[in-house]
């Protein structure tokens, strides 16, 4: 079945640490990627996003995401994460032309980051 | 500017019993969409608006659950007979268009079933 996979649930770091996190999905076709994040207490916020081009896209918070085609994946990073980063993480996916523009979203990925 | 409002913020309801689930987008938005996410997952589609009719319904999960968007702006969201399994977060998106553009979600409605 077509998914989108975001492989760690939940994720520990001390401030400072580097962060990856994985997306892979398994729609074919163009699609555009994103990544939300939801900080407790809030709404789903857009963390960044890639329709075209380069594929390193920078986003808000000193966050940043490949997008590499033959790997059907976007990973967001972070070189040094803070206290603040501490939300939900959600990778998502709209196809192209297809789908009238709903997003597939993954399980979601819960950063906790320590001070 | 206002983003996207939904209301109720928390709605407790008793199976069986209807409910109306409300969402304002932001103002020139002309794609709506709902979603709705049950605990420790992901948002998954319901269905999408472009101006007044829907364009796809194919997520509603039966025929209790049903949407309108009347006169291209404020969307209900109608639950009828519902279940204990109907009991999520309710989210509302909007956009400028529906191709291109980044949806913006709303706070959610979170719907509970006795």
């Known amino acids: 079945a077509q998914s989108v996979s975001q492989h760690n649930h939940h994720v520990i770091l001390s401030e400072a640490a580097s962060l990856e996190l994985g997306c892979n999905y398994s729609?074919?076709?163009?699609?555009?990627l994103f990544w939300y994040v939801q900080y407790p207490g809030q709404h789903l916020q857009l963390l960044l996003k890639?329709?075209?081009?380069?594929?390193l896209v920078k986003g808000i918070k000193g966050f940043e995401a490949e997008f590499i085609k033959s790997k059907f994946s976007f990973n967001l990073r972070k070189p040094s994460v803070q206290w603040s980063d501490t939300a939900e993480y959600f990778c998502?996916?709209?196809?192209?032309?297809?789908?009238?523009?709903?997003?597939?979203f993954g399980r979601g990925t819960q950063l906790t980051v320590w001070p | 500017g206002a983003g996207v409002s939904q209301t109720p913020s928390n709605k407790v309801t008793e199976k069986g019993k209807y409910v109306e689930l409300r969402c304002d987008p932001i103002s020139g938005h002309t794609a709506l969409y709902w979603y709705r996410q049950s605990l420790g997952q992901g948002p998954e589609f319901l269905i999408y608006f472009q101006g007044t009719g829907a364009a796809d319904d194919s997520g509603l999960p039966n025929d209790r659950f049903f949407a309108v968007r009347p006169e291209g702006s404020v969307s209900t969201l109608k639950i009828q007979r519902t279940e204990r399994g109907d009991s999520a977060m309710y989210l509302c998106?909007?956009?400028?268009?529906?191709?291109?553009?980044?949806?913006?979600f709303g706070p959610g409605t979170r719907l509970t079933v006795l």
């Open positions: 998106a909007s956009s400028l268009r529906a191709e291109l553009d980044t949806q913006y």
């Open positions: 998502a996916v709209k196809v192209r032309g297809s789908t009238l523009g709903r997003l597939y």
């Open positions: 890639y329709f075209s081009g380069d594929p």
């Open positions: 729609y074919g076709g163009t699609v555009n």
